[in-house]
């Protein structure tokens, strides 16, 4: 079979040490003899690949012990709740860039008041806004890194007078960052880390206990934090894949991976300016590393276009019904080739 090319948004490509590693773990875990699927959470093998998983996300990330690491379940999406839940006491401020933002915001109406200091969706969300003030008095700023539907990302972060918070799903560990800065970090395993399943969640010692309500046992970070992400059964296939990524993140390191996205990139949105029967989406000093939008200007050949990507194996091409045309997700474990496939499909497409 010749090679599949897999731009799919998420869940989404892996290393394939990630796939290697795993398939050997379900048939034998550890040398236990069993199936990763059929061991106790609280078997001392699991037990080290939570630990590990955790304490390698602080390796890559150079954090030291003013920092938590944990997984939960329920996807971003529970966390739009439950960082509202946790921090939110009398107002936070929200930036809104895309749907994932807007759902954050809406989650978070529901605990105290909501300022959103800047929104793109004046413009369907095709800019990063910039120069916005932060106020002061807020709980704190959440803001969304890389908006994986609209194909933008925050290639900085504002100066932030409040714990800064961040919806890193779509872009964690592509790139090097200092993560000093931000107080709660979260990311659903499923688009650069492993299978659906896991969030990794990063918090920041001394920001939890501030709010008055009754957070329920299972959306307190605190209880994640005491408990070692083993308060209740944690998605252990999730967390082993997860960790297998981290390890072939921390080999590569940031600077290498980074190195390599932003060759992908160049490549692909090279060609979107290039081809005049293309366009991208986005305004091009906010365009994502990760998630690149583009349109046929003639949108009755994006029939057309697809079959002839699916004839030279590209799966996942197929924009998000919010933006159409196109959307090519080139997260970490994409190679470079698969993106040289793409931009040789559309010089010949015609
Ligand atoms: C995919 C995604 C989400 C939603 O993740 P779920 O795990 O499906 O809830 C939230 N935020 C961003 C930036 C995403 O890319």
């Keep these: 079979m010749s090679k599949i090319h897999n731009f799919t948004a998420g869940p989404a490509i ?11 773990a379900l048939r034998d ?14 078997s001392k093998e699991f037990v080290a690949v939570m630990d590990e998983a955790c304490a390698i996300v602080k390796e890559i990330l150079d954090l030291g012990d003013d ?35 807007k759902n954050a915001i809406k989650e978070a109406k529901g605990y105290g008041q909501v300022d959103v200091v800047a929104s793109s969706e004046d413009k369907d969300f095709t800019y990063i806004p910039k120069g916005y003030t932060i106020p002061a008095d807020a709980d704190y700023f959440h803001c969304t890194s890389n908006n994986t539907i609209y194909g933008s990302q925050m290639h900085q972060f504002p100066e932030c007078p409040v714990p800064l918070v961040c919806d890193m799903s779509s872009d964690i560990f592509s790139r090097p960052f200092d993560a000093k800065r931000f107080s709660l970090i979260y ?7 492993g299978p659906a399943g896991a969030v990794l969640v990063i918090i920041k010692k001394g920001i939890l206990g501030k709010v008055s309500r009754y957070i329920p046992t299972m959306l307190n970070y605190q209880t994640h934090i005491d408990k070692e992400s083993m308060f209740n059964t944690p998605p252990v296939f999730s967390v082993f894949a997860t960790l297998q990524t981290l390890k072939w993140i921390k080999r590569l390191g940031l600077a290498e991976i980074n190195r390599r996205n932003i060759a992908k990139a160049a490549l692909l949105y090279a060609e979107i300016d290039r081809n005049d029967l293309f366009r991208g989406t986005v305004v091009t000093e906010d365009r994502s590393l990760m998630n690149a939008t583009f349109l046929l200007n003639d949108e009755s050949l994006n ?21 159409g045309g196109f959307r090519a997700s080139m997260y970490n474990a994409l190679e470079l080739e698969s993106v040289e496939a793409l931009v040789n499909v559309m010089r010949t497409f015609n």
């Design 67 to 101: 920092y938590n690491v944990i997984y939960t379940q329920g996807g971003a999406s529970l966390e739009f709740v439950m960082v509202a839940m946790n921090l939110l006491e009398k107002k936070a401020a929200y930036t809104c860039t895309g749907t994932w933002a």
């Design 29 to 42: 875990f550890a040398g236990t003899g069993l199936s990763l699927l059929e061991v106790s959470h609280r």
């Design 303 to 323: 029939e057309k276009f697809m079959a002839a990507c699916k004839e030279a194996g590209i799966v996942g091409i197929k924009g998000h019904r919010s933006v």
């Design 14 to 24: 892996l290393p394939k040490e990630t796939i290697e590693a795993s398939i050997a």
């Design 187 to 193: 990311a659903g395993a499923q688009k650069n880390l």
